[in-house]
């Protein structure tokens, strides 16, 4: 099973700033399949990135995706108050696993 | 716009089964090129992916779930469900249907998801 690891847990950030969110992978994801999610309180988690690099319909130019192999990071560019939330990696290129999440809030 | 929507008992007793039922609407499970998934958030953690299924009835579980979990699909009633059985206080949690856009064979990613239901185990 790849194990997926998400640093930080938790990231204190001011609206209009950058953030930059990391997914380790324990063994290398074939095809660079992977993909980010967004979970608010309450809500489903919604998908952002998928293969990487490709944003979702409906997903705004700041949230990016890039990394290959076992190194993978998200990226928000600048952050609006409705990004605060957890940030979820997921694999699928062998069977399924999702990280453990990064927590992005209000400094 | 494809919707799913969870639904069942929220209080299941310890030992017994857990059974619930997704009900996919603005689409067809039947259309082919995605898996029926459930997923599931212990409360205040992360995602754990439960199982999937294909229109046709093919399964996959995971793992370390896969002696308690059986997932089918009413392709009449455009729905799927899961059974957990020999339920415990840990198996309590968010409980998520979602759809899986296949990109090969079984690889794949959740663009749609349910609105998620609790479940809680106990007496």
């Known amino acids: 099973e790849i194990v997926l690891t998400q640093s930080p847990a938790t990231l204190s950030l001011s609206p209009g700033e950058r953030a930059t969110l990391s997914c380790g992978a324990s063994q290398s994801v074939s095809s660079s399949y992977l993909a980010w999610y967004q979970q608010k309180p309450g809500l489903a988690p919604r998908l952002l990135i998928y293969?990487?690099?490709s944003r979702a319909t409906g997903i705004p130019d700041r949230f990016s995706g890039s990394g290959s192999g076992t190194d993978f990071t998200l990226t928000i560019s600048r952050l609006e108050p409705e990004d605060f939330a957890v940030y979820y990696c997921q694999q699928y290129g062998s069977s399924l696993t999702f990280g453990g999440g990064t927590k992005v809030e209000i400094k | 716009q494809v919707q799913l929507q969870e639904s069942g008992p929220g209080l299941v007793k310890p030992s017994q089964t857990l059974s619930l039922t997704c009900t996919v609407s603005g689409g067809s499970i039947s259309s082919g090129g995605y898996y029926w998934s459930w997923i599931r958030q212990h409360p205040g953690k992360g995602l754990e992916w439960i199982g999937y299924?294909?229109?046709?009835?093919?399964?996959y579980y995971n793992p370390s779930l896969k002696s308690r979990v059986t997932i089918s699909v009413d392709t009449s009633k455009n729905q799927f469900s899961l059974k957990l059985s020999s339920v415990t206080a840990a198996d309590t949690a968010v409980y998520y249907c979602a759809r899986g856009i296949i990109v090969v064979g079984t690889n794949h990613y959740f663009d749609y998801w349910g609105q998620g239901t609790l479940v809680t185990v106990s007496s």
């Open positions: 293969d990487a690099s």
């Open positions: 299924i294909y229109y046709s009835g093919s399964t």
